[in-house]
């Protein structure tokens, strides 16, 4: 699949951490607000999620290979290892932010890699990048959007986008697990009401 949109600031600084994870064969997923933006409607986002299996024998390779265009902390990488929570890393060009997360070992987690997919960028010919899929991408969205006491239009929105551009493509039964799974189920339904009724009337 082809994004449509050029190859803008956020996916090309992306684009210098996914080189160096795959290169380190470092298995990884792209979530967030880009990934909603690939999988439905773009916008502008002020930073980038990456899921990394990052274990504690590549922290120094990684942090070296990331190194000339990042800000890293090494000691910092090695904690969201050890406690399976995040880091960040700064472009040293753009000043943007990118959030590493370092996934869990529960089935959620594992499911979510093994269900990535290979995207390609229509802005750059041969660049391409590991998503999360769009129900984990839907998922998360909810996942946030209720946690934030559901009141932030930009995830919902998000959410909704993605559901209405991968229409008719997406695994339901396992949309639904994952809904079911983050305790969103009931968010996803109104989701989904939400999207058909908007597509219906449009």
Known sequence: MDAELSLAD???VTLKLTAALEALG???AVGGSLASSLHGVPRATQDVDVVAEVGLGQIDALAGALDRDFVVEPPAMREAVLRRSSFNIIDREEV?????????ADP???SQMDRRVRYE???APGATLYLCCAE???AHKLYWYQLGGRVSERQWTDALNVLRVQAGALDMDYLNRVAAARGVAELLDKALAEAQSAAGGS
């Open 108 to 110: 959620l987690a594992r």
């Open 121 to 123: 960028l229509a802005g």
């Open 10 to 12: 956020p996916l090309k």
């Open 136 to 138: 984990d991408t839907v």
């Open 96 to 104: 943007f932010k990118l959030d590493v997360f370092v996934p869990g």
């Open 26 to 28: 470092i298995r990884y």
